[in-house]
């Protein structure tokens, strides 16, 4: 079994690297510090506390050497160790002996000066879609009963090249649903992830592990993936920060690069400071990506908003009652906007997404999506497929994705290059329609689910409020609309709910405004400390 290439395996549209692998890397050398004004930092008495610092103030103490990457390593395997148990979201780990091995080579190198960048001997576990060198990918389906593990990478994914430069030490994966597809995180090789707020909730997908791992303080900050809100429900369920970068921020190289402008990985972390840092890691141009973004990307780790006053927000709800949504989702994401409101933002109302040339509005929304979906996941999965051993062990979401490609599904026949055609022009009005929307909008807002995060032991929520979900991900179709745009989507905290749990509001820009998004999430946070002050009770002093 060969290694999984990222392109292959993203956020919920996946398989056909599985025989390809990942390219050779050609990271160049690894920067200095980005300049950005670091945090003061003081060594702790009870070396337990280093889990509690920032991604910045941990980065910090390493290079000025308040503390080692041994101690460093060996707080976050006792924390680990501890904690992760009860949840599930990282797995993979390796050896404590070989990272504490690793973590004291890169105090060697600090002491010969050698600094290789901002995460020198973080600890760092990737989403078990993408690629690290000498680890398995298993996509949460290989290795499974009844199909062979993966071998062991030959390469890092192209993002995993960039964060392994800036100094990480890579110390497993976080767990993923199979293949990404579906937003809540169990598989057949490693099983659920819990919520970081209730065990016996689910953690959001395909991200989960990731944002358990990070709101748990089990990693500093962590990569995920998405296609379909896989870096959006996982944070909104779990009280931290995920972007869904622009189209082309972060780029993969893989098998192929100009139709599946889908699945695209990007940071999740607890602060808008830390999201910034690993953002600007993972973007930048590369010759294997085309499509990638040319922007130089050092100037997305700053964020500068204090405030929200003057800001201008449209507020899309539930799309004026067209998505079924659980009044607690709406009672806590309203609270929140009209907070925004009280401090200062300029905020209205919209009962619909907005129409124009070639889309409709509401009524177009999910007709597109379907097909798109179908069209990328379906062709990304059929290699899986096609192989007689795997197939009868592929979930029904995958099969459901490749047939509604080949054959047809919900009734439909299967999609014609005229149906693809078709859908990327009202995909297209879509984007025009939110461009005029941009000019008298700074921001659009949106909740990041449609319920609140659901019993762990559920597949998916079959209902909501009375109205049956026609497919796995019907639920999640609030996720869709910054997908199609291709555009920047932040997820943020909104706040808790009756139940005690967390829901979180999407955050939509304009066209490669990520600093925008970023910005508007560092003077949310300063005004709401939800994460500083809300720690799941698992880790709370």
């Excluded at 070989?98 to 001997?121: I, P, V």
């Amino acid at each position: 079994m060969t290694s999984v290439s990222r392109r292959g395996i993203v956020a919920g549209a996946t398989a056909a690297g599985v025989a390809l692998g990942a390219l050779a890397s050609s990271a160049g050398p690894a920067s200095a510090a980005p300049d950005v004004t670091w945090p003061a930092v003081k060594r702790p008495r009870d070396l337990r506390r280093i889990v509690w610092w920032s991604a910045a103030e941990l980065s910090a103490a390493i290079r000025q050497r308040k503390v080692s990457c041994v101690e460093v390593m060996t707080a976050y395997l006792d924390h680990i160790a501890t904690v992760n148990p009860a949840v599930n979201a990282i797995v993979g780990l390796r050896p404590r002996a070989e990272l504490l091995a690793e973590a004291a080579e890169k105090d060697r190198l600090l002491a010969r000066g050698r600094y290789q960048g901002w995460m020198h001997g973080f600890p760092q576990a990737v989403k078990d879609l993408a690629n690290v060198k000498g680890l398995p990918t298993s996509a949460g389906f290989f290795g499974r009963p009844g199909v062979p593990s993966a071998a062991p990478a030959a390469a890092d994914a192209l993002f995993v090249e960039r964060v392994r430069a800036a100094g990480a030490i890579f110390i497993g994966k976080t767990n993923t649903p199979e293949f990404g597809l579906g937003s809540h995180t169990y598989n057949e090789v490693f099983g659920t992830t819990l919520n970081a707020y209730d065990q016996s909730r689910s953690a959001g997908g395909s991200s989960g592990g990731a944002a358990v791992a990070v709101a748990l303080r089990m990693l500093p900050v962590a990569d995920g993936s998405d296609f379909f809100g896989s870096l959006r429900n996982p944070p909104g369920w779990n009280n931290v920060l995920g972007l869904r970068p622009s189209y082309g921020r972060v780029p993969g190289a893989g098998n192929e690069q100009f139709v599946q402008q889908g699945g695209t990985e990007g940071p999740i972390a607890r602060d808008a400071r830390d999201l910034a840092l690993l953002l600007a890691t993972m973007s930048g141009y590369d010759v294997r990506a085309p499509l990638s973004i040319e922007q130089d990307p050092e100037p997305l780790a700053t964020v500068r908003r204090s405030s929200l006053r003057g800001v201008r927000l449209a507020w899309l709800g539930d799309l004026g009652g067209y998505l079924p949504m659980e009044p607690e989702v709406l009672a806590v994401t309203g609270a929140a906007v009209d907070r925004m409101r009280a401090l200062g933002a300029s905020v209205d109302r919209l009962d619909g997404l907005p129409s124009g040339p070639g889309f409709a509005g509401n009524a177009d929304l999910w007709p597109t999506w379907l097909v798109f979906r179908h069209w990328i996941s379906g062709g990304l999965n059929k290699p899986v497929y096609d192989n007689p051993a795997w197939r009868p062990h592929l979930k029904p979401e995958a099969v459901y994705e490749i047939e509604g490609l080949l054959t047809g599904a919900d009734g439909n026949p299967a999609l014609s290059g005229l149906d693809v055609w078709n859908a990327s022009v009202k995909r297209t009005g879509l984007y025009n329609a939110f461009r005029v929307l941009f000019e008298k909008y700074d921001y659009v807002l949106l909740p990041t689910a449609q319920v609140m995060p659901f019993d762990a032991d559920l597949h998916w929520p079959t209902e909501i409020e009375g109205v049956a979900m026609s497919t796995y991900h019907r639920w999640m179709e609030v996720t869709a609309i910054g997908t199609l745009l291709g555009a920047p989507t932040l997820a943020m905290p909104a706040g808790f709910g009756p139940s005690g749990l967390p829901i979180g509001l999407q955050v939509i820009g304009r066209n490669h405004d990520d600093a925008g998004v970023i910005e508007l999430a560092a003077a949310w946070e300063r005004a709401t400390r939800f994460v500083e002050d809300h720690p799941p009770a698992l880790i709370a002093p």
